[in-house]
């Protein structure tokens, strides 16, 4: 079965750190693109970043970049996103998803996110 | 910034009633686009890819159409487990945007 499950959330200070963990089973991870999504209470849906398959690539949206980042390890399935300096504003659940792509005989192009984790809560208050 | 506005922002249906929910996104997108059925407490479900493509699984009633700039999420029969909030998604260029979402309560 496929399956993304995320871990680290938490209650963290404003100007405080969290990291969080997306644990990935059932496919190849290292074939595949990998978002994370965020959703604050009671509002809609926000994509926060993406990596490539071998991290060489990576896209943050503006609202992130410089406190944020993604990575992760092929080897242990796994996907990650360090958050610093964190705000009120950052307060959410935070889900993790696959990326898929399709590919033709010269090249590949993305089709959206289509596995997605049960989702992680961080609360930034003090 | 690719802004998508997702309308109605909610709607009121009954069981049986056929639905429409428009994405506009603000420049063309070619069909990189999807949608997600998302109920409460549980992360979104993507039923719909390449702007008109069914995820397997999704039931047929379901169906997308659309390209360059304009989509639509069609509900052909309105279904009680069908009461969610759907939102779109553009991936054709970063940062990947989400409409703000509809949502599909009982009449």
């Known amino acids: 079965e496929v399956q993304l499950v995320e871990s680290g959330g938490g209650l963290v200070q404003p100007g405080g750190s969290l990291r969080l963990s997306c644990a990935a089973s059932?496919?190849?991870?290292?074939?595949?693109?990998m978002s994370w999504v965020r959703q604050a209470p009671g509002k809609g849906l926000e994509w926060v970043a993406n990596?490539?398959?071998?991290?060489?690539?990576?896209y943050y949206v503006d609202s992130v970049k410089g406190r944020f980042t993604i990575s992760r390890d092929n080897a242990k399935n796994s996907l990650y996103l360090q958050m610093n300096s964190l705000r009120a504003e950052d307060t959410a659940v935070y889900y993790c998803?696959?990326?898929?792509?399709?590919?033709?005989?010269?090249?590949?192009?993305?089709?959206?996110?289509?596995?997605w984790g049960q989702g992680t809560t961080v609360t930034v208050s003090s | 910034d690719i802004q998508m506005t997702q309308s109605p922002s909610s709607l009121s249906a009954s069981v049986g009633d056929r639905v429409t929910i428009t994405c506009r996104a603000s420049?063309?997108?070619?069909?990189?686009l999807g949608w997600y059925q998302q109920k409460p407490g549980k992360a979104p479900k993507r039923l719909i890819y390449?702007?008109?493509s069914l995820q397997s699984g999704v039931p047929s009633r379901f169906s997308g159409s659309g390209s360059g700039t304009e989509f639509t999420l069609t509900i052909s029969s309105l279904q009680p487990e069908d009461f969610a909030t759907y939102y779109c998604?553009?991936?054709?260029?970063?940062?990947?945007?989400f409409g703000q979402g509809t949502k599909v309560e009982i009449k």
């Open positions: 998803a696959r990326d898929e792509e399709g590919c033709s005989s010269t090249s590949c192009y993305p089709l959206g996110m289509d596995v």
């Open positions: 059932g496919f190849t991870f290292s074939s595949y693109w």
């Open positions: 990596i490539k398959q071998d991290g060489s690539e990576k």
């Open positions: 420049q063309g997108i070619r069909n990189d």
């Open positions: 390449a702007a008109s």
């Open positions: 998604l553009q991936h054709n260029s970063y940062p990947q945007t």
